[in-house]
């Protein structure tokens, strides 16, 4: 039936948002990379501050390529289908979809003193703030940027992705970063480079209170939620990514199962399905896959 490009069977959608992080997040940890690692390079300060987030990924592409060349290519694609530079622009979508609680750096500004608290005693026993506005400023930056570059990026993985169907998630995930591979490079710098401008000359705004969710906002580029869920770029009035969303819509992936074929191997007889999966039909006529 396959050869007549008939599709057989319940076809499943599943969040394309929720597939395509966890493709990119399960290549990271393949790599033993830790999820913190670009966060932690990208801000250190060096000659002249702290380098603009996008500036700071190109920097990272050459000394990646050195340690790459030193691993036999037939190991490295036994751990992962992309190359140096693929792995360095698949790092702020890392940074957009890593669940989060809280700031990671001191957002809070000290405040001038009281007048009935400037007391000698209080000044003696008053604790130094550790608030540096060049770190919370790029650290903000590297947020918004990571949002804004991921939404591109997801977008164009969908749009090479097409509408045909998948065998599972594992086959989803795969096919994303095959996607993702097949990107140029050089366009990936570009969509870096320019959701990079939309957020630079800009201005920022804290919030600090609630339950302690990471939330500020950008004047013009919107606003942005960091959480469990990773990071929510809300504009125009509305989500336009994140909470399942890519470009303000609702995208969806096609499979055939909803768990892996090990999933349904190591099964005794049952099939088990995801609850949140809408079942688009019993059967369909479509492309063959």
Do not use: C
Request: glycine share 10%.
């Amino acid at each position: 039936m396959k050869s007549l490009g008939i599709e057989t069977g319940k076809t499943y959608e599943m969040p394309a948002l929720g597939i395509m992080a966890d493709a990119f997040m399960s290549d990271t940890n393949s790599r033993h990379v830790a999820p913190d690692a670009i966060p932690q390079l990208v801000m250190q300060r060096r000659e002249g501050g702290i380098a603009r987030f996008d500036q700071a990924i190109d920097g990272l592409i050459e000394p990646t390529r050195k340690d790459v060349a030193a691993v036999p290519p037939a190991e490295l694609a036994k751990v992962t289908p992309l190359d140096a530079a693929h792995m360095i622009y698949a790092g702020p979508i890392v940074v957009a979809m890593q669940p989060r609680k809280g700031w990671e750096v001191d957002a809070m500004k000290p405040g001038p003193i009281p007048a009935a608290l400037d007391t000698p005693f209080f000044r003696a026993h008053r604790q130094s703030s550790t608030y540096d506005e060049d770190v919370h400023v790029r650290y903000m930056e590297m947020l918004a940027i990571s949002a804004i570059y991921t939404n591109t990026v997801f977008g164009m993985i969908d749009e090479k992705m097409g509408t045909a169907r998948l065998a599972d998630p594992n086959a989803a995930r795969q096919q994303v970063l095959t996607a993702f591979q097949a990107i140029p490079a050089p366009m990936l710098k570009a969509a870096l480079a320019d959701a990079a401008r939309q957020v630079s000359g800009g201005n920022f705004s804290t919030d600090l209170t609630g339950s302690g969710n990471i939330h500020f906002t950008h004047t013009p580029a919107g606003d942005f939620v960091a959480d469990p869920r990773g990071l929510t770029w809300t504009k125009a009035g509305g989500i336009w990514f994140g909470d399942g969303r890519i470009n303000g819509q609702t995208v969806n992936l096609r499979l055939a199962s909803t768990s892996s074929l090990s999933q349904r191997q190591a099964q005794s007889g049952t099939q088990g399905t995801n609850a949140d999966a809408k079942v688009e039909g019993t059967g369909n006529v479509g492309p063959g896959k």
